[in-house]
């Protein structure tokens, strides 16, 4: 099941040391270890949280490989990015 | 025997640890000091161990096993996503309480998931900190702590009525269990929140005390029978945790919860309350 497998990768960019050091140092070539389709991999290389969450993956995953692994892991860029105009946030890590 | 001496209900809120100052700060004071009026009951309760019912994040099962009900037998430490104010440390588990409710599940009907050794995350941490380790300091004594941790907050999700039948088997295991403990049962979690998802810091009061007040009177079934749709739309994904005050709830077969604070603060993401549950 497509939610399965992206749930999958974003726990191990979640929490996953290994995981995190090889998606930074090639994100592609990480990726490709995983049976995703071209949307799947656009949508995690571009941090499209709000598509994934549409797709089925739980919001503690897309929140917490925000954290990990986006670019500015600001969660005003996160909200946004859903669509949300909360100036709060539920950063679940510190 | 064991006895029961009684039990909690609080929140799990992290954010008070990474944004402490982005609550208006009388609020943040009264959230505080309910934390710590906590520790002073238990303290006084005469409690040597601790049962705290929380849930994982998505952080310590993966999607490899995702345990309904899990129980730390052995050595225990947390939490594993660290931030200011709550670094990892060890933590005393009173290891034969924690067996023996495996064991007493096993012969009647409930297959407890076990971890021999355990890292927490905050849902157990925070009420470990701020009221057992807490107690422990204000009594000098140390009162030891068990990981019980209920899929709350990552679906599949335990039911609400496996969740109260859990606590009751729960208590029926201290109950039976051959020492001089005197056990209190924290459930730790809730209440309104919006966890990773765009309504992330909202907060619904009226949602907040239709639950305080169904936990102060006990009433078990009007908590179980909350579906789980309701839950998610009143409430939010961080809401389902009420499953954690459930289980909580039913392992101190209480007289009644007395309300010790409850505050919505939306900048801290969370409606949340402190109830007492006295036996």
Known sequence: MKRDVLERVLWNLSVDRFSKVKFKENPEQFLSRFPLDAEDLRMILEFDVKGLQEAGVSPLLTLGYWIEMSPDRQMSTYNRKLGSESKYSGSIKG | ?279
Not at chain 2, 24 to 47: I, K, N
Not at chain 2, 156 to 171: D, K, M, S, V, Y
Not at chain 2, 261 to 269: D, G, L, N, R, S
């Open chain 2, 1 to 279: 025997m064991a006895e029961i001496v009684g039990g909690f209900l609080v929140p799990h809120d992290p954010v008070m640890f990474v944004a402490r100052d982005a609550a208006p700060a009388d609020q943040a004071e009264r959230v505080w000091g309910a934390f710590e009026r906590c520790a002073e009951r238990l303290a006084e309760s005469g409690a040597t161990t601790a049962v705290i019912v929380g849930n994982d994040h998505y952080m310590l099962f993966g999607t490899t096993c995702l345990p309904k009900y899990c129980i730390a037998t052995g050595h225990v430490e947390g939490p594993l996503d660290q931030m200011p104010g709550l670094k990892k440390e060890p933590v005393p588990n009173n290891e034969p309480l924690a067996t023996a409710i495996a064991e007493h599940g096993s012969v009647s009907g409930f297959d407890w998931a076990v971890a021999r050794s355990f890292t927490t995350d905050h849902a157990f941490a925070i009420p470990y900190k701020l009221i057992v380790k807490r107690a422990s300091e204000l009594s000098g004594r140390e009162i030891k702590a068990v990981p019980v941790y209920l899929a709350s907050a990552v679906d599949p999700f335990i039911t609400t009525r496996r969740a109260r039948e859990l606590g009751e088997q729960i208590r029926a295991a201290v109950l039976a269990f051959e020492g001089d403990d005197k056990v209190t049962f924290i459930g730790s979690g809730g209440i309104s929140h919006w966890v990773g998802t765009k309504e992330s810091g909202q907060v619904n009061e009226e949602f907040d005390r239709y639950i305080i007040d169904l936990c102060c009177s006990m009433n078990m079934a009007g908590l179980v029978a909350l579906g789980d749709e309701e839950i998610l739309t009143r409430g939010g994904n961080g809401a389902m945790e009420i499953r954690n005050f459930i289980c909580a709830m039913a392992a101190v077969n209480a007289a009644r919860g007395e309300l010790v604070e409850y505050q919505p603060i939306p900048a801290w993401v969370t409606g949340l309350g402190l109830i007492e549950l006295l036996v």
